[in-house]
């Protein structure tokens, strides 16, 4: 009995529910009312597809001119890193002497001169100090002659600066003379 009792009951469900479900009420649209296009739905187009054809990319020449601009600019590069004279410093100090003055003068009359490439100004110290005071003063030693070339007229976006501190030393004696030589800036030239 039981069983026949929840049949009975699901049936009903199921005819209540259909009932409801055909019972919903429908908009009649008249003959003469127009119907707007529903936004939502997106129109479709119909595409034209067609195959194309991979063709290669040919390389234009390089002209005569280009290469030999390239040429002339690698040459003037090379001359100017070779031209560029270093700057030195006294002991435990990154003030600009008067020689190193007159040396960032005549480097910023090159670097007017022959526009290509980028300077990177390498501070460097001698072996006396810790290696993090070392890295901090050539810092400031070649942050020192990039703001003087800068008041000279060389545009900042050419200048970098980097501090090698004690690592690089141009003279490994353990002497006056030698520390001498290795407190000093110098500049090198990257190409474009």
């Not at 003037?76 to 410093?89: C, G, M, N, P, R």
Request: aromatic share 4%; glycine share 6%.
């Amino acid at each position: 009995m039981k069983k026949e009792k929840a049949s009975l009951l699901l049936v009903l469900c199921c005819c209540v529910l259909l009932t409801a479900a055909g019972c919903a009420k429908h908009e009649m649209i008249k003959k003469d009312e127009g119907v707007a296009p529903v936004a939502s739905e997106p129109v479709k187009m119909p595409v034209k597809t067609e195959v194309v054809k991979e063709q290669p990319v040919k390389q234009a020449p390089v002209s005569e001119n280009a290469a030999g601009e390239v040429q002339k600019n690698a040459g003037q590069v090379e001359d100017l890193k070779s031209a560029l004279a270093k700057i030195y410093f006294d002991f435990d100090s990154y003030k600009l002497s008067g020689t190193a003055r007159s040396d960032l003068v005549k480097n910023a009359k090159l670097l007017k001169k022959v526009s290509v490439g980028k300077v990177r100004i390498e501070g460097n110290c001698d072996e006396r100090g810790s290696d993090e005071y070392n890295l901090a003063l050539g810092e400031k030693r070649a942050k020192a002659a990039m703001q003087y070339l800068v008041t000279l007229g060389i545009p900042v976006e050419r200048l970098s600066v980097i501090s090698y501190g004690k690592e690089k030393p141009a003279d490994a004696g353990h002497d006056e003379a030698a520390w001498a030589r290795n407190r000093r800036d110098e500049f090198a030239v990257e190409s474009k």
